[in-house]
């Protein structure tokens, strides 16, 4: 008898990944996880207590991807950066995109940890200097708001064709500056 292969919890998590890239978070179950590992059920149980914890496992693989993304961007700008990313994991993950950012999900609300992360990019960005961690995420969360709504169109494919990659970085761009720019002046203002 041949010797049973054996499956890393990394294999398992990127098989499942793939599951949920192509058809969502809900196709991932074990069985179905067993079978794009061409294995049985057992080396999924012995490395995850349930789906659920697949399941989780899978969202946070999928949170640095989307780092990842933003990360390769390295335009020397940071902030913009994260927007570029962003809209370019809606475009590449769009299945994910929905199940993440579209339906009520307890595993994607805001917290300390995504905004500590925004803000550790920010402030390396030349163009956001001397704005305290509360300024920086006043910033962030409008910029979340305008982006959110950017990324929902690409994920759903319903912009104009006319706006191209290019079209969405010029608009993320424009928002950006606005937003700093009223910042800055209301800053100046106090």
């Known amino acids: 008898m041949a010797p049973r292969k054996k499956f890393t919890k990394q294999a398992i998590i990127k098989a499942a990944f793939e599951i949920a890239r192509k058809e969502g978070l809900d196709a991932i179950t ?3 996880v067993a079978e794009q590992l061409g294995s049985s059920i057992a080396p999924i149980y012995v490395n995850f207590k349930n789906v659920d914890e697949l399941i ?13 993304l933003i990360l390769e961007q ?3 700008q940071p902030f913009r950066d994260m927007g570029i990313g962003g809209i370019k994991f809606a475009r590449d993950y769009s299945v994910l995109y929905r199940d993440l950012f579209m339906k009520n ?18 402030k390396q960005d030349p163009t956001l200097q001397g704005f305290t961690d509360k300024e920086l995420k006043d910033i962030i969360l409008k910029m979340d708001i305008f ?8 994920a759903n ?3 104009p064709d006319f706006v191209t990659e290019e079209k969405m970085i ?3 761009d424009s928002i950006a500056e606005d937003v700093i720019i009223a910042k800055y002046v209301k800053k100046e203002e106090e």
């Not at 999900?105 to 803000?119: K, L, S, W």
């Not at 982006?147 to 690409?154: K, M, P, S």
């Open 74 to 76: 390295n335009s020397g």
């Open 30 to 32: 074990i069985r179905r």
């Open 170 to 172: 010029e608009m993320i």
């Open 105 to 122: 999900n307890p595993h994607m609300q805001q917290n300390e940890e995504n905004f500590e992360f925004a803000i550790g990019q920010m």
């Open 56 to 68: 989780q496992a899978v969202i946070d693989h999928t949170k640095e991807v989307a780092k990842q």
């Open 157 to 159: 494919g319903i912009l």
């Open 147 to 154: 982006h959110t709504g950017l990324a929902v169109q690409v």
